[in-house]
């Protein structure tokens, strides 16, 4: 196409406007009307694609059947020949003004309420004549709904792949067609669309007019862009922007239900929920969470084990609309591929009460409600590249070097060069799985070939071996005189027995057998008290075992994998469900979840003053949370596969995170 052009002798076009997903938009000149108009092409790459002109001739169809001032007129469809090719295009109306996702660019805090209620209610009169006639968009999204200069008319623009409801899709692979940020569960699961499905994109669209922001977490890519919509609830808007009245919130926390029949009847309903929810006053608004992203303020949490909350919340009717049963070990890497996940949601619940579960009743104690999260600023230093994937990473005492440990090797990074200092190999291949540093020295201990080994990295020399049996965790203990080992489950290859051992480092002496787990996954961590004198595992529970005695001193469930004492020993990090870690104060039983993670959490480190923990995760990041706040306050993007560790420096100025990417890398923390 170029400028000048006269297709079927009518319509000149004046100057390119934009490209779509169906085709090019021009602006051009009606020359027997003598007026402006917007004339779409279908790209002459796929004019000879008969699914292509098929699915552009039902645009035209559905368009010109829609008769609506909030709806894009369509004044022509004809065909142009030039040159033998065959040119297809669509004659609209011709629009001056912007589309809304330019205004919401401008608008980080959000619309004014009133004002976003306004176009919320044109869009919803638009979209229930729409679907009045059987007509589907299927890609309600801002950059779709465009503002008329003059009088803040709003118009639906871009049927291009809308269909109706009752017709045969189009397209031959039955593929989901869309958004991402704004698409349904069910369209991308390639399931049944109707009118349901544009009432969800309205949602995210509501609730981006209402906060500034889309309720999605967009930094971790497409894959756990479209596992949000299929697995995570959305934090009511009011908990991100306060004000915002509790009837509004219900609205849009139920226009985002996952299951289509949990959504609101129609657009007619949710117009007058509308008008009723903004025609009730506000109640007083509780402090901001922190000034937490939209994407953060989500809570998820399981569905037994939640604390009763009054008849008639928000969260009640957000349980009901998303219920869903607790996924087993076994199951939770299949439930997170096939974007499933077992979550209610707390929205409308005063933060302080959601971040009590498994505890007692009671609020949290009010520095934690009101504390501001600190400001950290998280910059990349280093990347070095490893000789396999990184599991585990260590820094040594001094803080000048650092131990990855890969599965073959353990490399010894010094930290002022940049380079290799010292590389142990384990006699036989792949036989390097796990390690820790014996506190107040140098010495490494980690696994070789069913046995513990201690490596010296000043030396260069192994200094014990421990023959141990089957392990796959090792953990010393402060005064490095004991050993913790955590066997596999008994369905393992390697024949483990799913418990913890406790063992005398001095003589390589057995000291107990840690019995009682039965996770089918067999002991996924453990972690000694930074006195000494505890010991916690996780598999099926959490268990707190008496070192000295060997004997558990408490047990609690709600948490599994990645373990760490904070550095007082009065809290336990450990991986939750769902994505979560639990942050468990051990006298009083109280949880605070940290929540954002897209994928399984793989680590979790406190920094040396407790005020701060990071975590790993499958979704490719790592985090930095406030643990006064319970808020994320950095997220750390740069690896290309799972992130399996992470380790603070012992100035905490500096943390230290290992991927599947071969790579271990260094970030100043300020």
């Given at each position: 196409m170029r400028t000048g052009m006269e297709l079927a002798g009518r319509y000149r076009l004046d100057a390119p406007l934009g490209r779509g997903g169906m085709g090019e938009v021009w602006r051009g000149t009606d020359l027997r009307l003598r007026r402006p108009v917007a004339v779409k092409l279908l790209p002459l790459t796929a004019a000879a694609n008969a699914t292509a002109v098929a699915r552009f001739r039902r645009e035209a169809e559905i368009a010109a059947a829609l008769n609506h001032p909030g709806i894009t007129t369509v004044f022509d469809i004809d065909e142009h020949r030039d040159a033998g090719e065959r040119l297809l295009f669509l004659v609209m109306e011709l629009m001056v003004g912007r589309d809304l996702a330019s205004v919401l660019a401008g608008r980080p805090e959000g619309l004014p309420v009133a004002q976003a209620a306004g176009w919320a209610a044109q869009i919803l009169d638009a979209l229930a004549v729409a679907h009045g006639q059987g007509v589907v968009h299927r890609d309600i999204k801002p950059a779709n709904l465009f503002l008329l200069d003059g009088g803040g008319r709003v118009k639906i623009c871009d049927f291009g792949i809308a269909r109706l409801a009752d017709a045969t899709k189009l397209t031959a692979t039955g593929g989901a067609a869309g958004t991402p940020l704004y698409m349904a569960p069910e369209q991308i699961e390639g399931g049944t669309v109707d009118h349901r499905t544009d009432l969800y994109a309205f949602g995210c669209v509501l609730y981006e007019m209402l906060t500034g922001g889309t309720w999605i977490d967009t930094g971790s890519g497409m894959g756990a862009i479209l596992y949000q919509h299929l697995g995570r609830i959305p934090a009511p808007p009011g908990s991100v922007r306060p004000g915002i009245a509790p009837g509004l919130d219900a609205l849009v926390l139920d226009l985002l239900a996952k299951r289509p029949g949990d959504r609101p009847e129609n657009a007619a309903a949710v117009a007058l929920r509308l008008q009723t929810a903004c025609a009730t006053a506000p109640a007083p608004a509780l402090p901001p969470p922190a000034a937490a992203p939209a994407a953060q303020a989500g809570l998820l949490v399981r569905e037994h084990g939640v604390r009763?909350?009054?008849?008639?919340?928000?969260?009640?009717?957000?349980?009901?609309?998303?219920?869903?049963?607790?996924?087993?070990?076994?199951?939770?890497?299949?439930?997170?591929?096939?974007?499933?996940?077992?979550?209610?949601?707390?929205?409308?619940?005063?933060?302080?009460?959601?971040?009590?579960?498994?505890?007692?009743?009671?609020?949290?104690?009010?520095?934690?409600?009101?504390?501001?999260?600190?400001?950290?600023?998280?910059?990349?230093?280093?990347?070095?590249?490893?000789?396999?994937?990184?599991?585990?990473?260590?820094?040594?005492?001094?803080?000048?070097?650092?131990?990855?440990?890969?599965?073959?090797?353990?490399?010894?990074?010094?930290?002022?060069?940049?380079?290799?200092?010292?590389?142990?190999?384990?006699?036989?291949?792949?036989?390097?799985?796990?390690?820790?540093?014996?506190?107040?020295?140098?010495?490494?201990?980690?696994?070789?070939?069913?046995?513990?080994?201690?490596?010296?990295?000043?030396?260069?020399?192994?200094?014990?071996?421990?023959?141990?049996?089957?392990?796959?965790?090792?953990?010393?203990?402060?005064?490095?005189?004991?050993?913790?080992?955590?066997?596999?489950?008994?369905?393992?290859?390697?024949?483990?027995?799913?418990?913890?051992?406790?063992?005398?480092?001095?003589?390589?002496?057995?000291?107990?057998?840690?019995?009682?787990?039965?996770?089918?996954?067999?002991?996924?961590?453990?972690?000694?008290?930074?006195?000494?004198?505890?010991?916690?595992?996780?598999?099926?529970?959490?268990?707190?075992?008496?070192?000295?005695?060997?004997?558990?001193?408490?047990?609690?469930?709600?948490?599994?994998?990645?373990?760490?004492?904070?550095?007082?020993?009065?809290?336990?990090?450990?991986?939750?469900?769902?994505?979560?870690?639990?942050?468990?104060?051990?006298?009083?039983?109280?949880?605070?979840?940290?929540?954002?993670?897209?994928?399984?959490?793989?680590?979790?480190?406190?920094?040396?003053?407790?005020?701060?923990?990071?975590?790993?995760?499958?979704?490719?990041?790592?985090?930095?949370?406030?643990?006064?706040?319970?808020?994320?306050?950095?997220?750390?993007?740069?690896?290309?596969?799972?992130?399996?560790?992470?380790?603070?420096?012992?100035?905490?100025?500096?943390?230290?995170?290992?991927?599947?990417?071969?790579?271990?890398?260094?970030?100043?923390?300020?």
């Open positions: 009763t909350v009054p008849p008639q919340t928000t969260a009640d009717a957000a349980a009901k609309r998303n219920p869903s049963p607790e996924p087993s070990p076994l199951s939770r890497r299949n439930l997170l591929i096939g974007g499933l996940i077992a979550t209610v949601a707390m929205a409308g619940v005063p933060l302080a009460q959601a971040l009590t579960d498994d505890g007692p009743d009671g609020a949290e104690p009010a520095a934690r409600r009101s504390a501001a999260p600190r400001r950290i600023n998280a910059a990349p230093v280093a990347t070095l590249q490893c000789s396999g994937n990184v599991y585990v990473t260590a820094f040594t005492q001094d803080g000048r070097a650092l131990a990855t440990c890969t599965g073959r090797t353990i490399q010894l990074w010094n930290l002022d060069t940049r380079t290799v200092a010292s590389t142990y190999r384990g006699p036989k291949p792949g036989s390097v799985e796990t390690m820790a540093f014996r506190p107040h020295s140098n010495v490494i201990v980690h696994q070789n070939a069913d046995t513990v080994q201690l490596w010296d990295t000043a030396t260069n020399t192994t200094t014990a071996t421990i023959r141990t049996g089957n392990f796959w965790k090792v953990a010393a203990s402060p005064d490095g005189k004991t050993i913790a080992t955590a066997d596999n489950a008994p369905g393992d290859s390697r024949k483990g027995d799913g418990q913890a051992r406790l063992w005398d480092v001095a003589t390589g002496r057995l000291i107990a057998v840690l019995g009682g787990h039965t996770g089918v996954n067999g002991v996924t961590d453990l972690a000694f008290s930074p006195d000494g004198k505890s010991l916690a595992t996780s598999s099926d529970e959490v268990r707190i075992w008496d070192v000295a005695t060997a004997g558990t001193a408490s047990a609690f469930g709600g948490g599994r994998g990645s373990l760490a004492f904070s550095p007082d020993g009065k809290v336990l990090a450990v991986e939750g469900e769902a994505n979560t870690v639990l942050l468990r104060t051990l006298e009083s039983g109280r949880v605070t979840r940290l929540t954002g993670h897209t994928g399984p959490v793989t680590a979790v480190a406190y920094a040396p003053d407790g005020s701060l923990v990071a975590t790993a995760s499958e979704d490719e990041t790592a985090r930095i949370w406030d643990t006064a706040t319970g808020t994320s306050v950095a997220t750390l993007t740069g690896h290309h596969d799972f992130v399996w560790s992470v380790a603070f420096g012992p100035d905490g100025k500096t943390l230290a995170t290992g991927g599947w990417d071969r790579t271990a890398r260094l970030w100043a923390i300020g």
